[in-house]
């Protein structure tokens, strides 16, 4: 037993509303910032890059509310600003709202290990656009996938998404979902993802928003049940109106994840265009 222990693997993760880069840390912020979300901010980048040094701790990392390159990030993917100054070799970034010059909206996935394959799933709504990033890493009996959402502000486009995400995380033995939610572990949408999936949320509930008086827990991350939750913590790390969400896991010993080494392949092929270029 002890022996297992010891081989075992600790994946750390975090998931992170980035509001843009956007440091709001009063309510009234969201009047006298509101310009932010459309127009260049000489503020933006050191805020992301405060957030560069704490993401740069964790494995793997799922960012929501980044901007792909427009008017408003001085027209700089902030996926690949935060993957570079973070020395993550592999990120993906996915368009959500595309309004060209103006804004846009997307989520990212960041990690020190090399997924076997990335998907974008659209997400059911009744506004299109949303989406949800699945990376999957596969070993030669075990799979693992882990999904990034954003989910929708009403409930019932939240039921549909969940309850898609719900069929996508049955196909695979281990599945860690994770992002800004927009609910709460109990409402009736989280429970229909509880009741068709083995997933499970840390018995220590987070609040991460707003993040300078944190009331509401509407960031998760849930993992499937034998995957072994060793710790769960919500830093106070105030570069957003949400707080980062962070979790230890204790992945099976059929799940090996190998860190980047030299000998490895780019992924610009399927990753956008990676930060390795071999």
């Known amino acids: 037993m002890s022996e297992q222990k010891s081989s075992a693997q600790i994946l750390r993760v975090m998931s992170y509303n980035i509001q843009v880069g956007i440091a709001t840390s009063r309510a009234r912020h969201y009047v006298t910032g509101s310009w932010k979300h459309i127009f260049p901010s000489s503020q933006r980048l050191p805020n992301l890059d405060r957030a560069a040094k704490l993401i740069q701790q964790y494995d793997i990392v799922g960012l929501q509310e980044l901007d792909a390159g427009s008017l408003r990030s001085n027209f700089i993917n902030l996926a690949e600003y935060l993957a570079e100054r973070a ?6 970034h996915q368009v959500n709202r595309n309004l060209g010059r103006l804004a846009q909206h997307s989520n990212a996935f960041l ?5 076997d394959r990335i998907e974008n799933l659209k997400l059911p709504g009744f506004i299109p656009g949303r989406q949800a990033i699945m990376a999957v890493f596969e070993s030669e009996t075990d799979a693992l996938a882990v999904f990034i959402l954003h989910l929708a502000l009403g409930k019932r486009a939240r039921i549909r998404q969940l309850d898609y995400i719900a069929e996508r ?7 860690i979902v994770m992002g800004d939610l927009n609910c709460r572990s109990d409402g009736p949408e989280m429970q229909l993802l509880f009741r068709k999936t083995s997933l499970r949320e840390s018995t220590d509930k987070m609040c991460t928003f707003p993040s ?10 849930l993992v499937s049940s034998d995957l072994t939750v060793k710790k769960t913590c919500a830093l106070r790390h105030e570069v957003s109106d949400h707080l980062p969400l962070t979790m230890e896991i204790e992945l099976p010993l059929t799940i090996k994840l190998n860190r980047y080494t030299h000998q490895g392949l780019s992924l610009e092929n399927y990753l956008g265009r990676s930060i390795i270029s071999l």
């Open 87 to 92: 020395d993550f070799p592999y990120w993906y």
């Open 111 to 115: 990690s020190h290990f090399k997924p």
């Open 169 to 175: 995380v049955s196909d695979y033995p281990h599945a």
């Open 212 to 221: 300078w008086c944190p009331q509401h827990h509407i960031d998760h991350i």
